[in-house]
């Protein structure tokens, strides 16, 4: 496997249901970000995590649920879930976050279509 | 706050009819603005990251060119196959990464 891998990658459930989606970045890298993107709408940023920490929580409701165990693996557990949370959910890693001059290319994965009943 | 806005939200080109796209950003302090292309259903694919105004960086029929309050990305004899949504996001020294909404770029035969 190269680059950012999710799975699985199309997943409809109930409002009852629980279920978790999976990130997985082969780069190397330290940062990792789940965004949700909408139609016609920009992407949004979820959260954040650097070095395994959450650093960033865009006020996301509390029926999403993140995790990091390390650098290469990322979760979005998903419970109670409203129709209104359909969407293409992206996940991105990148070298660091703030580091020196440069910016940091995010780089992402396929993405999880999410269809909520 | 910091802002991105893209114009125009669509475009429809001829094959081998250039054109530009537009990428306007309020930033505290611009740290990088990335270029990516999504296609339908698929996770943005990057292209290009500029740091200073000045500077352009380049990739087959694609330029990317940067000023101090705007981008373009520039799209020379496009081809079916460029047909995608153009996204441009910015980060800030606050490490603040903000997307826009995109072009929506389609190319006929």
Known sequence: ETGVTQTPRHLVMGMTNKKSLKCEQHLGHNAMYWYKQSAKKPLELMFVYSLEERVENNSVPSRFSPECPNSSHLFLHLHTLQPEDSALYLCASSQGRGLGRSGNEQFFGPGTRLTVL | ?109
């Open chain 2, 1 to 109: 706050e910091d802002q991105v806005t893209q114009s125009p939200e669509a475009l429809r080109l001829q094959e081998g009819e250039s054109s530009s796209l537009n990428c306007s950003y309020t930033v505290s302090g611009l740290r990088g603005l990335f270029w990516y292309r999504q296609d339908p259903g698929k996770g943005p694919e990057f292209l290009f990251t500029l740091y200073s105004a000045g500077e352009e960086k380049e990739k087959e029929r694609l330029k990317a060119t940067l000023t101090k309050k705007e981008s373009f990305l520039h799209i020379t004899a496009p081809k079916p196959e460029d047909s995608a949504t153009y996204l441009c996001a910015v980060e800030s020294y606050g490490q603040n990464f903000v997307f826009g909404p995109g072009t929506r770029l389609s190319v006929l035969p």
